[in-house]
């Protein structure tokens, strides 16, 4: 267990229909990093937050969005959901902001399923 | 383009087939080298960090080395609880942040 807890597990929606994945990072943690994994795309990063602020910025569609919350949990908020965003979302999350090498522990991840 | 290529895609051993897995990379900034172990609908799992070339860890069963172009995941005497997907990830600086770039796996299953 890295620490790191994601909710819902699993979730099954609609096309057109938004979507909010939750994370609560490791004790200590400061930043939170969202993945996407799929079968033809492999782990793609998404997005970073250290500290409640925006650190990175990796291939993330416009429909998708996050914030950091004071409570250091994190929401991925996926809108106007196509086929093509199922996919398994994995947030991690590290002690540090990235400027030194961190070490990032993984969520048991979200099963997205838009059918 | 900054890459990370892992080979092969797949290897099939049978317990206490020792073998490596590699993990080439073409980044500038090089910052550290992951690995990580994932099971099939898990997250994945930190195995190792390495930060420059000529350094070696190993844990149990596992050994991952770093050269100037590529890492190195040898496996001895495999047992069927090694089987799962190996992930290398490479830790670079970027304009946009620093970030995580992964490869996309070897999937090792071990046999009895």
């Known amino acids: 267990d890295s620490g790191v807890t994601q909710t819902p597990k699993h979730l099954i929606t609609a096309t057109g229909q938004r979507v909010t994945l939750r994370c609560s990072p490791r004790?200590?943690?400061?930043?939170v990093y969202w993945y996407q994994q799929s079968l033809d795309q492999g782990l793609q990063f998404l997005i970073q937050?250290?500290?409640?602020?925006?650190?990175a910025k990796g291939n993330i569609l416009e429909r998708f969005s996050a914030q950091q919350f004071p409570d250091l949990h994190s929401e991925l908020n996926l809108s106007s959901l196509e086929l093509g965003d199922s996919a398994l979302y994995f947030c991690?999350?590290?002690?540090?902001?990235?400027?030194?090498?961190?070490?990032?522990?993984f969520g048991p991840g979200t099963r997205l399923t838009v059918l | 383009e900054d890459q990370v290529t892992q080979s092969p895609e797949a290897l099939r051993l049978q317990e206490g087939e020792s073998s490596s897995l590699n993990c080439s990379y073409t980044?500038?900034?090089?910052?550290?080298l992951f690995w990580y172990r994932q099971d099939p609908g898990k997250g994945p799992e930190f195995l190792f960090t390495l930060y420059s070339a000529g350094e070696e860890k190993e844990k149990e069963r596992l050994k991952a080395t770093l050269t100037k172009k590529e890492s190195f995941l040898h496996i001895t005497a495999p047992k069927p609880e090694d089987s799962a997907t190996y992930l290398c990830?490479?830790?670079?600086?970027?304009?946009?942040?620093?970030?995580?770039?992964f490869g996309t796996g070897t999937q090792l299953k071990v046999e009895l």
């Open positions: 991690a999350s590290s002690v540090g902001g990235g400027i030194r090498t961190d070490t990032q522990y």
């Open positions: 004790s200590g943690d400061l930043s």
């Open positions: 937050y250290y500290n409640g602020e925006e650190r």
């Open positions: 980044v500038s900034g090089l910052r550290g």
């Open positions: 990830a490479v830790y670079i600086l970027t304009g946009g942040g620093n970030k995580l770039t």
